[in-house]
Each structure stands twice: as C-alpha cells, then as structure tokens.
C-alpha cells in the first residue's frame, strides 16, 4: 500500500536570512524576455502570448535577498510518499520541491539530487536553490515560492489509498493552486494532479512549468525535430533538432554556453521528454495534452555555465540539466485564464529504459514505443479522469502549513475554493494589520521603531486604502498601489503628502527617490536617498538612545544595507563619491563583510580613482551570495580596472559576448 510519512533530511545549508523590507519598485531585471526584432517571425498563437500580460513589479511580494554562503549542517521537514516501487521526498517548505525520486528495484535516483541547500539569485524574487522536481507558477522564471512554505495534507486516492496534497496562493497573480501526489499501487509512475483555479470575474494571466532536474551526462529525447532556442542575448530562433550548427544539442555537454531549447512538439504527438544515461536508463515525464510545452535548459561547457554550477552546490558534485513541461510552448509567454474558470491537468514520472544513441528518429520511436509499453497514453488520460473528481475531496490530517495570504483573500472576497482550504488560524503576523483593514477600515500604524511591512496592492486593497483616513502610513501604503497600477503620479502625491506628517521619513523619501530615477531625475533621486540615509540612521539612534539597546537587530541591519546599497548606487550614478563615502562608512561592519558590499566597495574604490586598492579587494577574494542570474557587474569592473582576464572564480558569463 501507498503510505505518506513525515521525515527529516539533514543537509549542510546556508541562511536564507531576512528578506529585502524595501518594496520592489524597479522594474523587474529578468532574463526571459525577448528581442523586439524577433517578435515578428513568431507564430501568431505564441506572438500574442508573448505580449499578454507580462510581468512588470513583483509586488506584492518582497524581494529575498539576505542569504548568504556559510552552510551548517540544517533539518529540513520532509514528507515522503512511497509504494513498494517508488520513493519521493517532497519539501513542503522549501515550494514543495521533489526534492528525491527512487526507483526502488533498481535502487536508482531518478534526478539530481544537491548534497547541500544552497540559494541563489534566480528566482523571480531571489534565493532560489537547484535540484529536484519545482513546480513554477506565476511569471515568466522560478517562482516565487521556490523558498516558502507551502499547505500540505493527506487527501483520499482514486484507488482508495492516500495522496499527497499541496496547495498555496499565488501572490503575484492572485491564483490558487494544488499538486496532488499519488502512488498507485505498484505503479513505476508518481502520478501529479496539478490545477490551478481562476477565482476572479476577469481573465487573469497564468504560468505553469514543472522543472526537474536531472545529470547533464545524459541524452535528452522529446518527440519534436525543431525547437525555439532562446539564450542569454535575448534572442529566440527556430532551430532544427536534434542537431545545430553541425553540432548535437540533445547531449548538455555538447552546448558551450547556457541555453533553453523549447520543443515544437507536434500537436497530434504524445507529450513527453526523457532523459537517458549512456546505459539507456534514466527519466521520462509525460502528461495530459493540456500541459503541451517541453523544454532542455543547458548550463553549457564555458566558464560561465560551470562556474554557476560549482556556485550552486558543493566541490565534487556532478552538474545537472533541466528538463521541463509547460502550459505554453515558451517560457516567455502567459496563457489566458478565463474569469471563474480553472485549468487541470496529470503528470507522471518514472523510469525509462530506451536506446539513448543513434539515428534521431528512430530513437524517438523507440523511446515512445517502450514508453507506451510501461505506461499507456490512454492510462494517462484515465488515470488524469481517475484523478477530477478527487481534486475537490477535503484534505484529512495536515501535514504542512504554508503562508496566511490565501486566507486573508478568501475572508476578503467569500469564495469557495473547495479541496484547498485557506483558513483563517493560519493568518499571522504579516496579514494582521490588512485584516485590521479589512473588518475596521483602518490600517494601523507599525509599532514607533519598526519598519512599514508589506503591502497589497490588488484593487480591491488600493480601494480600501482610498478611502481609509489618510495617514502617513496608509499614504505610503497607497503610494505603493498605485505604482503597481501605473499611477505614477498619484503615487508620487500619496508620498510627497505623507511625507508632511511622517515621524520617520526614510520610507517614503526612498519611495519618492526611485520615482525620480525611474523619471531620470538622476541628481534628486540623490538627494532624497542621501535625505532617506540620513533620517533612518537618526531613527535608529533615537532607538537606541530610548531603549539603551546598543546591537542592531536583524530587520534594522537589513532596512539598512538595502537602502545604504541603493543610495550608494544612486549617488555614485551622479558622481557624488564622497557623499556615497559616507554612507558606507555608516553601514555597520557586518553589512561591509558580506560579499555584495565588498563589490560595492570596489565600484566605490574604482569611482574614487582608486583603482589599484580596487583590484586588491578582488584579491582578496568576494563572493557576491545574491549575484543575479545572467548579471555581469562583476566582469564590467574587472574591464574598467584593466586589461588581464577575468580570474576563472569571478566569470558567470552566461553568454558569447557577456561582460
């Protein structure tokens, strides 16, 4: 029989630390968007895709960015659902990642798994960590909860045993979702209910790709014999598969730089992707027709491509691919999801033991053929049939609990949501003051020295916030809506008026600098950043001189570094060195030693005509934890410091011409 237990794993871990409390106000810095030049050769279905609804603000949700890179031995909850021949371990706290999957009689892993749990900057809002099976939801990226807990419980099987239920809400565009694990009995396949539920009455934009990753010393089938090819250049083509350019692309290692070859897989054909190790044994994924994208991702041979893998795990560790399946054809496209409507689908994933080598076709057919041997596609279908009408079955004991959001939305707006319930004794502290909005149409004020929270910024919140008494807080909060609406100039009134009345300054100044620079009021921006420096460092003197704390705690060292960075930033775009001097000097040394703030000291260093004590901070060695996917900052300074090449621990390039 199936069972669900609980488990702990224990894995050498860095921190994730505190999240950025600055409100993500710049556009995003993402890498899967695509040249204008090539919008035109694209299929009509996939140009409008293309251009639906793009992402534009990660608000609400906050950026995370203060992990860092010294791992300690850490105990992750683990759930583990099993059968006499499969065996998956599922991190419901950590996204519900998939974090292993063995084949018991074979005793095989079927993915990479990361010996250690080490994040980096690549998911939509930061730390994100490698290995295993994620379920991205959302926008065009990792998701946003690749880091957070996510709901989880026991719920009852087609064939009378148990599943696995996860279940969270999607901030970024409102939407709930479930993955449901189950087990047949006996079965090679781990079968995944997913559905994802429109509760709006309009349409809203919705992302789905299943990531796993597997080793790179593989070979990738899929039934397809062209793909669109999208690298680091921003450029999407179509190329022949499996070969381009003379060279194949189904073997990883054959790709020098990184690179996602989305599969043109024909419409009648079966979805699927596998891949197979040298012996023929390895993965394969299927599904239902409505999830009809597959994709490789390759990291490459270069520098840049192995550099990034030796940064995501430990010395020692093979490197890993990725293959994947989605709703769209592209990572770079949004599908329309109807008002009040939902879309479902069933994946499943197993071994496959197939002939990895020779002619193209005649492999595929082979692979196909021995996947239709060990599970049907009409067993898919049935089995996805099998699943419906358990989707809204209750979940029994819970085993997880993620984020109050969902119950905060469910109170605000009476839906009915059945198989997935938001409830409200899992509201904590970050939904309290918008469920103090929500019963008493008012928001209160934080307590005297701490930081404004989050905000919603959905319209039916900004309306609350219209028409709730009009306080510094409340203002600043509404500034924040109405940016993420495109009200520019309303937000910039909401800020300059609670900014009249605000006992502390710093978080509306450093709403009203950003506007500045997004309006290229570059000597402004400036002004206001070094005016929002200075007051949160009167705040927090006062704090201390009422209080008698002398140490900082963790929130205040992270509102600090995140707005000295920004001003740094700023005032150096202006040529102010000796303002941005100051404000380093303020940061406290903790701040300075981490990796991030040893590369802005040597961007202050080089601005200052200090090039040589520049290079000596490279010397003695940085390692910038939240370096951003496809970022080349490091390698820009290293060119302005002189000519020698970028030492090999410095190179991330991800692309031919980067940095």
Not at 66 to 83: C, H, K, M, P, W
Not at 122 to 142: D, K, M, Q, R, Y
Not at 426 to 446: F, I, K, M, N, Y
């Amino acid at each position: 029989m199936t069972t669900i237990r609980r488990e702990v794993l224990t894995l050498p871990a860095a921190p994730l630390g505190p999240d950025n409390p600055l409100p993500p106000l710049r556009p995003l810095d993402e890498a899967h968007r695509i040249d204008e030049r090539d919008l035109a050769g694209l299929p009509r279905d996939m140009a409008r895709q293309v251009g639906y609804e793009p992402l534009r603000s990660l608000l609400p949700v906050r950026v995370r960015d203060g992990y860092g890179r010294s791992r300690e031995t850490r105990e992750f909850d683990a759930l583990v659902i099993e059968n006499d021949r499969l065996r998956a371990t599922v991190l419901p706290g950590l996204g519900g990642r998939i974090a292993s999957l063995h084949h018991k009689p074979t005793d095989r892993e079927l993915l990479y798994v990361n010996p250690v749990f080490q994040t980096a900057d690549f998911a939509l809002n930061g730390a994100w960590f490698s290995g295993g099976v994620e379920w991205n939801i959302g926008a065009t990226g990792h998701t946003t909860l690749s880091c957070s807990p996510v709901h989880a419980a026991r719920v009852p099987a087609p064939d009378g045993g148990e599943m696995l239920r996860l279940w969270e809400w999607e901030r970024l565009r409102d939407l709930p979702f479930q993955v449901d694990l189950w087990l047949p009995e006996g079965s090679d396949f781990l079968h995944v209910g997913v559905r994802i539920r429109n509760p709006h009455e309009r349409p809203v934009p919705t992302y789905w790709w299943s990531n796993i990753a597997v080793p790179q010393e593989r070979r990738v089938l899929a039934p397809a014999d062209e793909a669109w090819l999208f690298g680091y250049e921003r450029r999407l083509r179509r190329v022949p598969v499996p070969s381009y350019d003379g060279i194949d692309r189904t073997y990883p290692l054959n790709s020098t730089y990184a690179a996602d070859y989305f599969y043109e897989v024909p419409d009648d054909r079966r979805r699927w992707i596998a891949a197979l190790d040298e012996h023929g044994h390895g993965l394969v994924q299927t599904s239902t027709d409505v999830l009809r994208g597959r994709k490789l991702f390759v990291w490459g041979t270069g520098p840049g491509g192995r550099r990034w893998q030796e940064w995501l795990t430990e010395p020692g560790t093979g490197g890993y691919c990725e293959i994947q399946a989605g709703l769209a054809r592209t990572q770079l496209e949004h599908v329309k999801l109807e008002a009040e409507s939902e879309v479902s689908w069933l994946e499943a994933y197993g071994p496959l033991d197939a002939t990895p080598g020779g002619e193209w076709h005649t492999v595929l057919r082979g692979a196909e053929e021995r996947l239709e041997t060990v599970l049907p596609r009409a067993d898919v279908d049935a089995a996805y049939a099998a699943w419906r009408p358990y989707a809204d079955a209750e979940p029994g004991e819970r085993l997880a609990t993620g984020s109050g959001w969902g119950a905060l939305e469910v109170l605000r707006a009476g839906w009915k949501l059945p198989g997935t319930p938001f409830e409200e004794h899992t509201l904590g502290v970050e939904q309290r003051p918008w469920l103090h909005l929500l019963r008493a149409g008012s928001l209160p004020d934080p307590g005297r020295h701490e930081p404004p929270g989050g905000t919603l910024v959905a319209r039916p919140w900004r309306d609350m916030l219209e028409t709730t008494a009009a306080t510094p807080t409340a203002e600043y909060h509404l500034g924040i809506a109405q940016w993420h609406g495109d009200d520019r100039a309303q937000a910039v009134r909401s800020w300059e008026r609670g900014l009249k009345t605000a006992a502390a300054g710093w978080p509306l100044l450093r709403c009203l600098a950003v506007a500045d620079r997004e309006d290229g009021h570059h000597e402004r921006a400036a002004d206001r950043y070094a005016d929002a420096f200075d007051d949160l460092c009167g705040q927090r003197a006062g704090e201390r001189a009422e209080t008698g704390v002398r140490d900082g705690d963790e929130e205040w060292t992270a509102v600090a570094a995140a707005l000295g960075r920004e001003a740094i930033e700023a005032l150096l775009a202006v040529g102010r060195t000796a303002d941005a001097r100051a404000v380093w000097e303020r940061l406290s040394p903790e701040t300075r030693a981490r990796g991030r703030f040893r590369l802005t000291e040597a961007e202050l260093l080089a601005a200052e005509g200090r090039p040589e004590e520049a290079r000596a901070v490279f010397a003695e060695g940085l390692e910038v934890a939240d370096l951003r996917e496809g970022a080349e900052d490091i390698g820009r300074l290293w060119a302005r410091l002189g000519g020698e090449p970028l030492p090999a621990r410095y190179d991330f390039r991800m692309r031919p011409d980067g940095g």
